[in-house]
């Protein structure tokens, strides 16, 4: 199973930014997709996650600013970013659950700066 992150980069605050990941391989159907950031001497945090079933959780921190979605027919997680703010300056990480296994993205540096 591998995991491509795209979509990071550089904004100003109150700016969006969109972060896809396509998952590729074979993997049960019944999984989570999510994502991940870990800021600068940081440990890894949990942004949001998404069932295969469509149920989407999210960090308190985000909620209401940014939306997880899936295409199961493309095996893509995506992250909407909005309201951008300083403090989500981070590397994004994307990963899938299945079956007791987690798979890692390799990461997509956000950075909110103006």
């Known amino acids: 199973v591998q995991l491509q992150a795209s979509g990071g980069g550089l904004v100003q605050p109150g700016g969006s930014l969109r972060l896809s990941c396509e998952a590729s391989g074979s993997f049960f159907r019944i999984n989570v997709l999510g994502w991940y950031l870990q800021a600068p001497g940081n440990e890894r945090e949990l942004v949001a996650t998404?069932?295969?079933?469509?149920?989407?959780t999210y960090a308190d921190s985000v909620k209401g600013r940014f939306t997880i979605s899936r295409d199961k027919a493309k095996n893509t997680v995506y992250l909407q970013m909005n309201s951008l703010k300083p403090e989500d300056t981070a590397v994004y990480y994307c990963?899938?659950?299945?079956?007791?296994?987690?798979?890692w993205g390799q990461g997509t540096q956000v950075t909110v700066s103006s």
């Open positions: 990963y899938l659950a299945v079956l007791r296994q987690k798979f």
């Open positions: 998404i069932t295969s079933g469509g149920v989407a």
